[in-house]
Nanobody, 117 residues
Framework: QVQLVESGGGTVQPGGSLRLSCAAS????????MGWYRQAPGKQRDLVAT???????NYADSVKGRFTISRDNAKNTVYLQMNSLKPEDTAVYYC???????????WGQGTQVTVSS
């Protein structure tokens, strides 16, 4: 049974930081490309950042220079360090795991991030 469990969300003031974690189980983590997506109320789910099995990264233009995605294969965990947060970063953040063949695609339940003064 595959599980992706996100944690680290919360409420933070503009300019603040949060670190999201996603712990994976039931998959061979090192063989999966991992990603973070977000969905604001009334909007579609958008890519935030991805990291491949080889640790290559990709970011949405809106978060470049502020967010950093990383992975720890020994802990089966992917992270999203979010700095200089803005109100427009408010959303539910979802963890995603995709096998290299793209045949298997899994999602976490999401964690709420609210940026507000």
């Amino acid at each position: 049974q595959v599980q992706l469990v996100e944690s680290g969300g919360g409420t933070v003031q503009p300019g603040g930081s949060l670190r999201l974690s996603c712990a994976a189980s039931g998959i061979i983590f090192r063989l999966y490309n991992m990603g973070w997506y977000r969905q604001a109320p009334g909007k579609q789910r958008d890519l935030v950042a991805t990291i491949t099995t080889g640790a290559s990264t990709n970011y949405a233009d809106s978060v470049k220079g502020r967010f950093t995605i990383s992975r720890d294969n020994a802990k089966n965990t992917v992270y999203l360090q979010m700095n200089s947060l803005k109100p427009e970063d408010t959303a539910v953040y979802y963890c995603n795991a995709v096998s290299r063949s793209a045949y298997y695609n899994y999602w976490g339940q999401g964690t709420q991030v609210t940026v507000s003064s």
